[in-house]
């Protein structure tokens, strides 16, 4: 299989350049990539060193590294253009024709995608945060009532992840509450749950991925055999069905597609911008 490294160049955190950089990646196969984030691309020590890096690669791998970059600085971005690679700069690829667009010339700051400018919107995921650990795996419900969305769920379907990235991402106030054997042999939604029935949202899983993941928690146990995984997805889904909750499979689908996908079924505006 050939390999490439790919290299994600920022003047800062480098999450962006990560994020629609691994997006284009997914859309070729048959690569072998090498993903390595260089962040806090700035000053000419820093610079130097980031160019050898590449050009390293480029010797090392026979082949051109391809370089993701969200650098600002048109100086920094002109350098680092020189190195041996494929250069894909996010920046000048859309502030140009956003500026001939909007007829305003961009301000060229940095940080302003994951600094603190917006002190409300930074609080908020805070807040979201603590709620989303305060009200992790049903050990207190009584704050329910400030939930925007409570998932349900067999234990390890994805319920927990999930709220701390709606937490951390957008702000929003997510709880979660896992389907123990007790509930699924009632047939019944907890008592605790029926207040808060219309901020349900459910989460399930294939059997056989459910059986991968407990099989590394809890190795050769009863909680982690295909005959007990099958039940509990099968009766949590049918109880999900008979309430009306709606809900999603996680098997092959990604924290932030789920996130997504819950925030759009239940119409709940995201508080904050990622």
Do not use: W
Request: proline share 5%; with cysteine.
């Amino acid at each position: 299989m050939a390999r490439r490294t790919v290299f994600f160049v920022s003047d800062q955190t480098g999450v962006t350049a990560e994020t629609m950089g691994h997006v284009l990646l997914t859309q070729f196969e048959g690569i072998e990539f090498r993903p390595v984030t260089l962040p806090f691309v700035s000053g000419p020590d820093r610079l130097r060193e980031t160019i050898a890096t590449i050009n390293a690669a480029a010797d090392q791998d026979g082949a051109r590294p391809i370089v993701f970059s969200t650098l600002v600085d048109d100086a920094v971005r002109g350098e680092l253009e020189s190195a041996n690679c494929l250069y894909l700069d996010f920046f000048k690829a859309f502030l140009g024709p956003m500026e001939a667009e909007l007829s305003l010339a961009s301000s060229h700051a940095l940080g302003k995608a994951h600094g603190m400018s917006d002190l409300a919107a930074y609080m908020a995921r805070i807040n979201a945060t603590n709620f989303a650990l305060a009200n992790d795996d049903g050990s207190h419900t009584q704050d329910y009532g400030r939930a925007d969305v409570i998932l349900v769920g067999v234990s390890r379907s994805g319920k927990t992840p999930t709220c701390v990235y709606m937490a951390l991402q957008y702000g929003i106030f997510a709880a979660n509450y896992p389907l123990v054997e007790e509930d699924l042999e009632s047939r019944r939604i907890p008592a605790r749950l029926e207040p808060h029935r219309l901020k349900l949202f459910g989460l399930t899983i294939r059997p056989d991925r459910l059986q991968q993941i407990r099989q590394e928690r809890r190795p050769d146990s009863r909680y982690a055999s295909i005959e007990q995984c099958a039940y509990e997805t099968r009766t949590a889904e049918q109880l999900m069905e008979r309430y009306g909750i709606p809900f999603l499979d996680t098997t092959d689908t990604s924290i932030e597609e789920i996130a997504s996908r819950v925030l759009q079924r239940m119409s709940i505006s995201r508080r904050t911008r990622p």
